[in-house]
């Protein structure tokens, strides 16, 4: 997987979004999943920002998004602290992305403690 990192903030103090880490992915149709996510926003399916971030934790293979839906996710987002999401060609566990294991993953985005980011992507995709 080939993966690029950085700081939240810049030099400037800009704190980087999830949007513009999306924005280093290109456009797909494949399966998101979301492992982890504390933010403010609106979250999906008509749920609280706390109901969902409950439900991403129990989910043990992810909450499922479209990349539409992980887009307007996005663009919702008024701040967020830390995500783990990841492209999947089939159902994986919390677990294995958790240690490393990115068999059947496609791209994974990270977002931890507003300190660092990280964009993944499969050998064969390049980011953008």
């Not at 992915?25 to 609106?42: A, H, L, Q, R, S």
């Not at 307007?72 to 677990?95: G, H, K, Q």
């Not at 993953?105 to 995709?125: H, M, N, Q, R």
Request: glycine share 4%; proline share 4%.
């Amino acid at each position: 997987m080939n993966v690029i990192k950085g700081r939240v903030f810049s030099e400037d103090s800009e704190k980087t979004k999830l949007d513009d880490l999306l924005k280093m992915v290109p456009e797909n149709d494949w399966v998101w999943c979301v492992y982890e996510f504390t933010g403010i926003g609106e979250a999906p399916n008509d749920l609280s920002m706390p109901d969902f971030e409950h439900l991403v934790l129990l989910e043990e293979y992810g909450f499922p998004l479209s990349w539409q839906e992980l887009k307007t996710l996005s663009a919702s987002l008024v701040d967020m602290t830390d995500c783990l999401i990841a492209a999947v060609t089939e159902p994986v566990l919390y677990d294995a992305i958790d240690r490393g294991d990115f068999t059947h993953c496609l791209a994974l985005i990270k977002f931890v403690d507003s300190t660092e980011w990280e964009v993944g992507l499969v050998d064969d995709v390049s980011v953008i």
